[in-house]
């Protein structure tokens, strides 16, 4: 077993990899009374074209699937897992993202139990044609359901109005048309080229002893007959620079507009230390320009041309990477007039070197006020990790970063033929 100190952080942290590939991470916290687990796997929205390891073809399944199969690991022949985690005072759940779907549960008592119930239930699935069908219907009432949702429509609007090829342009849900393109079958087939312990990664966090919980987790594989498996290719199109579209616009029952700009990474396919140093830099600089305490928000805000929901995110991978910046607005073309004026300034010019110091001193400050939640800690390791980065370095990049850097970062990204807005407009 590997032990790596981080001095800063007063914390170690401990990694194995079983025989058939599974990586484990374990950070003690023995102060803390909430474990938290998540069982990842390195599979989302995106992986819709793939190489199935040992084959030649490539195969494109339906949209939506990775979410799909995501809903039909709950369920058991007998009843669903959300029983068996309820057993032992335990809280579970599961998302999909665009690259990665995690499964995990939180707990304050009976953590070998509640580990063992989550590494069988996502390494057991139980599919038939008849709890296929039925999950059609439930997850076509879910994507109605966005479709009529302002903020949805505005975001997945961006990411459209963005990309013109990437899977990462539709909705990790899938439509109503893919997902009644799903089988059995094809569920089944995902399941075992994705859910190979080889593509997965165990990370638990709280009152776990490492030699002890490894010993479980290795017996617990040991129990199951797993054969090896190759590398998965994933392919992707080619994407352009520039935006597909420059505006989107949809109408709903809203009563005041929503604007969100998005801008797309033109050089993306960084990974690792490069990785983090890139999100990290385009934070702070970010914070510079739409915090509440920025110039520029303030402005905003005092003409009344955004509310204090307006926000920005940041997203990067090895594949892809796009901001998202805005919120309400009751003016959608002087809110755009104004932020793109002031976009070209700061690529010209930069962002101030008193306000880069305190957005990136808040950022550490943000970072380890965030070492004190089991869920902070839990969601964003397994995420960095799968990009080859290590999330406990964000304190030494925060620290290292340069206002050259920021600046740099910012006139990179703001590239205004990389720019979209999605505007939701009222109906009437």
């Not at 079958?185 to 399941?191: K, N, S, V």
């Not at 050089?267 to 305490?293: C, I, K, M």
């Not at 006139?411 to 009437?428: C, D, G, I």
Request: aromatic residues 12%; charged residues 30%; glycine residues 6%.
């Amino acid at each position: 077993m590997r032990e790596t100190q981080y001095d800063q952080l007063q914390e170690k942290l401990y990694y194995e990899k079983l025989e058939n590939g599974l990586q484990i991470y374990i950070m003690p916290k023995p102060e803390f009374n909430q474990a938290f687990a998540t069982f990842s796997t390195k599979y989302g929205s995106i992986d819709r074209e793939f190489v199935v390891p040992g084959q030649n073809e490539p195969v494109i399944v339906p949209d939506g699937i990775a979410h799909f199969l995501e809903h039909k690991m709950f369920e058991e022949e007998e009843g669903d897992v959300f029983q068996d985690f309820a057993k032992y005072g335990a809280s579970a759940n599961a998302f999909t993202s665009f690259d990665m779907t995690t499964y995990l549960f939180s707990a304050t008592d009976h953590l070998k139990e509640n580990l063992e119930t989550l590494l069988d239930f996502v390494q057991r699935p139980y599919l038939t044609d008849e709890n296929v069908e039925k999950e059609k219907g439930i997850i076509g009432q879910e994507i109605q359901m966005y479709d009529d949702n302002p903020d949805w429509r505005s975001y997945f609007g961006v990411l459209q109005g963005l990309f013109k090829n990437h899977p990462i342009r539709i909705d990790i849900a899938g439509t109503i048309e893919s997902i009644a393109k799903i089988t059995k079958e094809t569920l089944m087939d995902c399941y075992k080229t994705f859910y190979h312990p080889s593509n997965m990664l165990l990370f638990l966090v709280g009152p776990f002893e490492p030699e002890e919980t490894v010993k479980l987790v290795a017996d617990n594989q040991a129990r199951k007959k797993i054969s090896p498996q190759g590398e998965i290719k994933r392919i992707f199109p080619e994407e352009p620079t520039e935006a597909a579209h420059p505006r989107m616009e949809v109408k709903l029952s809203v009563s005041i507009p929503r604007c969100l700009f998005g801008f797309k990474e033109v050089n993306p396919g960084v990974s690792g230390r490069d990785l983090l140093l890139r999100e990290l830099a385009t934070a702070v600089g970010f914070d510079t320009l739409f915090s509440r305490s920025a110039d520029l928000f303030n402005r905003l805000f005092n003409e009344g041309l955004i509310d204090k929901g307006f926000s920005w995110e940041y997203e990067v991978s090895e594949a892809y990477g796009f901001s998202v910046i805005g919120g309400n607005t009751k003016d959608p073309d002087r809110l755009m007039t104004i932020i793109n004026e002031e976009l070209a300034k700061v690529r010209q010019n930069g962002v101030a070197k008193e306000s880069f110091e305190t957005s990136r001193k808040k950022l550490i400050g943000k970072f380890l006020e965030g070492m004190d939640s089991p869920r902070y800690i839990a969601r964003n390791f397994t995420s960095y990790r799968f990009k080859d980065a290590d999330f406990f370095d964000s304190i030494k990049v925060l620290e290292e970063l340069t206002h050259e850097q920021v600046n740099q970062r910012m006139a990179e990204h703001f590239e205004p033929k990389a720019q979209t807005v999605s505007l939701v407009l009222p109906n009437s």
